[in-house]
């Protein structure tokens, strides 16, 4: 499995950006179907769980400091997923990486495959 994040770049507070992330495979070895999370690592911090969607798109959940700002979707062919974000402050501002999981999963030792990241700016 094989993954690429793009749409990064420059905006300023309040303004929007949508991540793109494309995937190689539908199917992990073995025929299981991939969980797809967002996360995102801040100069000198840590890598951060921001959200993930299930594998048939049905569900999703999110970290408390995006909830009702940014939202997961997949493509109809389950090989693209998107981070809308919107209302961005300058806190958001990180890497932000895509990552598959057989598991509906927070924490990012779960994650099996990781995409290069894209750099997110928010300015004040």
């Known amino acids: 499995v094989q993954l690429q994040a793009s749409g990064g770049g420059l905006v300023q507070a309040g303004g929007s950006l949508r991540l793109s992330c494309i995937v190689s495979?539908?199917?992990?070895?073995?025929?299981?179907?991939?969980?797809m999370g967002w996360f995102r690592q801040a100069p000198g911090n840590e890598r951060e769980f921001v959200g993930v969607?299930?594998?048939?798109?049905?569900?999703?959940l999110y970290t408390d400091s995006v909830k009702g700002r940014f939202t997961i979707s997949r493509g109809n062919a389950g090989n693209n997923v998107y981070l809308q974000m919107n209302s961005l402050m300058p806190e958001d501002t990180a890497v932000y990486y895509c990552?598959?999981?057989?598991?509906?999963?927070?924490?990012?030792?779960?994650?099996?495959?990781w995409g290069q990241g894209t750099l997110v700016t928010v300015s004040s």
């Open positions: 495979e539908r199917t992990l070895r073995g025929g299981g179907l991939y969980n």
């Open positions: 969607i299930t594998w048939n798109g049905g569900s999703t």
């Open positions: 990552a598959a999981s057989p598991y509906l999963s927070s924490s990012a030792p779960q994650y099996n495959y």
